[in-house]
C-alpha cells in the first residue's frame, strides 16, 4: 500500500517544556488513522508540525514525495484541515463564508453548493453563521476543509462538544470522504469514534507513541483476563475461560437456548490507555 503520511523522528519543544519526542509514524493513502490522547497530550502540535505551521524542533515530514520542510505554496493546495475552533466571519452567510475559501483556492462556484448539499447545509446557505447551531457550524468547518478537493485531510477534535446526532452525522461524511480517496488524520480522545472511524490508532501521552495497532488488535493484545462473560434468561450469570476446554459447556447452553448475552472481556482503548499510562484519555495533561 502506498504511504501517504510519513512522520521520522519528530520531536518539539516550547522552550525548556518538551512536548513531542520521537514520534514516527506512516499513514497509507485512503486510510484514516486515529491519534488519541488527553488535552495537553502534544496532538494539535503534531498537526501543526504536519501541516506545515510549525517547524519540528528535529525530525522530517512528508506529505507524498514533499518534504514539509521544503514545500512549495502549490503543496499547500493539497491540505485541508478542520480545527477545533471554526475561525468563521459570523455575520456572514454559509456561502459567502465557503465563497472567500472559493476565491482563494480557485475553485469554481458550482462546488460551493455541492459541497453544501454534502453536508446537508444547503438550505441554510444563506443563513448568517452566528445564527447556526455548533452542530451546524461543524458541518460548515468541515464542507470549508473539503471544498478545494484535498488529498490529505488533518481533524483536529472534529466532534468535540457535539451532541450525538451531530458527531453522527460527523462522522458518516468522514467516511465518505475516505471512500472517495482522501487520506485522513484524524486526532481525538473519544475511544469510541477512533474504534468507528479508524484503520489504525496511536496512543499518544506526554509525547510519545506508547501503542500503535489497529483499535480491535490493540484490545485483544491487552485482554489479560481471556474470560466469556454470559447472562442466562433465568438471570444467572457464568463466566467462562475463553478457552477451547469451555467449549462443551458454552455448547450446552446454546443448545437450549439458554443465553440472553455473551461478551468477551477484551478492553476498549480507554482501559488500555489507563494500563499504559495510569490515566484517562478525558484527564487534562497537567
Same mark, same amino acid.
Given at each position: 500500500?502506498?504511504?501517504?503520511?510519513?512522520?521520522?523522528?519528530?520531536?518539539?519543544?516550547?522552550?525548556?517544556?518538551?512536548?513531542?519526542?520521537?514520534?514516527?509514524?506512516?499513514?497509507?493513502?485512503?486510510?484514516?488513522?486515529?491519534?488519541?490522547?488527553?488535552?495537553?497530550?502534544?496532538?494539535?502540535?503534531?498537526?501543526?508540525?504536519?501541516?506545515?505551521?510549525?517547524?519540528?524542533?528535529?525530525?522530517?515530514?512528508?506529505?507524498?514525495?514533499?518534504?514539509?520542510?521544503?514545500?512549495?505554496?502549490?503543496?499547500?493546495?493539497?491540505?485541508?484541515?478542520?480545527?477545533?475552533?471554526?475561525?468563521?466571519?459570523?455575520?456572514?452567510?454559509?456561502?459567502?463564508?465557503?465563497?472567500?475559501?472559493?476565491?482563494?483556492?480557485?475553485? @469554481?462556484?458550482?462546488?460551493?453548493?455541492?459541497?453544501?448539499?454534502?453536508?446537508?447545509?444547503?438550505? +441554510? @446557505?444563506?443563513?448568517?453563521?452566528?445564527?447556526?447551531?455548533?452542530?451546524?457550524?461543524?458541518?460548515?468547518?468541515?464542507?470549508?476543509?473539503?471544498?478545494?478537493?484535498?488529498?490529505?485531510?488533518?481533524?483536529?477534535?472534529?466532534?468535540?462538544?457535539? +451532541?450525538?446526532?451531530?458527531?453522527?452525522?460527523?462522522?458518516?461524511?468522514?467516511?465518505?470522504?475516505?471512500?472517495?480517496?482522501?487520506?485522513?488524520?484524524?486526532?481525538?480522545?473519544?475511544?469510541?469514534?477512533?474504534?468507528?472511524?479508524?484503520?489504525?490508532?496511536?496512543?499518544?501521552?506526554?509525547?510519545?507513541?506508547?501503542?500503535?495497532?489497529?483499535?480491535?488488535?490493540?484490545?485483544?493484545?491487552? +485482554?489479560?483476563? @481471556?474470560?466469556?462473560?454470559?447472562?442466562?434468561?433465568?438471570?444467572?450469570?457464568?463466566?467462562?475461560?475463553?478457552?477451547?476446554?469451555?467449549?462443551?459447556?458454552?455448547?450446552?447452553?446454546?443448545?437450549?437456548?439458554?443465553?440472553?448475552?455473551?461478551?468477551?472481556?477484551?478492553?476498549?482503548?480507554?482501559?488500555?490507555?489507563?494500563?499504559?499510562?495510569?490515566?484517562?484519555?478525558?484527564?487534562?495533561?497537567?
Amino acid at each position: 500500500m502506498e504511504t501517504a503520511i510519513r512522520m521520522l523522528d519528530i520531536a518539539h519543544s516550547f522552550g525548556e517544556k518538551e512536548v513531542l519526542r520521537g514520534i514516527s509514524l506512516s499513514v497509507e493513502r485512503e486510510e484514516i488513522l486515529g491519534l488519541l490522547g488527553p488535552s495537553g497530550a502534544g496532538k494539535t502540535t503534531l498537526i501543526k508540525i504536519l501541516t506545515g505551521q510549525l517547524a519540528p524542533s528535529s525530525g522530517s515530514v512528508f506529505l507524498g514525495e514533499n518534504n514539509m520542510a521544503e514545500v512549495k505554496t502549490e503543496a499547500y493546495r493539497q491540505i485541508g484541515m478542520m480545527m477545533d475552533h471554526f475561525g468563521f466571519y459570523e455575520r456572514l452567510s454559509c456561502m459567502d463564508n465557503l465563497r472567500l475559501c472559493a476565491d482563494l483556492y480557485g475553485v @469554481r462556484t458550482e462546488r460551493i453548493r455541492e459541497i453544501l448539499r454534502s453536508v446537508g447545509l444547503d438550505a +441554510d @446557505r444563506k443563513c448568517p453563521v452566528h445564527k447556526l447551531s455548533k452542530g451546524m457550524k461543524g458541518r460548515l468547518a468541515l464542507a470549508r476543509a473539503v471544498l478545494h478537493s484535498p488529498a490529505y485531510l488533518f481533524l483536529d477534535e472534529p466532534t468535540s462538544g457535539l +451532541d450525538p446526532a451531530a458527531a453522527r452525522q460527523i462522522h458518516e461524511l468522514i467516511g465518505h470522504l475516505r471512500e472517495e480517496g482522501t487520506t485522513i488524520f484524524l486526532t481525538t480522545h473519544n475511544m469510541v469514534e477512533a474504534e468507528k472511524l479508524c484503520k489504525h490508532v496511536a496512543l499518544l501521552h506526554e509525547g510519545e507513541i506508547v501503542e500503535y495497532g489497529e483499535p480491535q488488535e490493540i484490545n485483544r493484545r491487552y +485482554d489479560h483476563i @481471556r474470560k466469556l462473560k454470559i447472562r442466562l434468561y433465568d438471570g444467572t450469570n457464568i463466566e467462562l475461560p475463553n478457552t477451547r476446554e469451555a467449549a462443551d459447556i458454552l455448547y450446552e447452553y446454546m443448545q437450549k437456548g439458554q443465553i440472553e448475552t455473551m461478551h468477551s472481556t477484551e478492553p476498549d482503548l480507554e482501559s488500555v490507555f489507563l494500563e499504559l499510562t495510569g490515566r484517562g484519555l478525558e484527564e487534562e495533561a497537567v
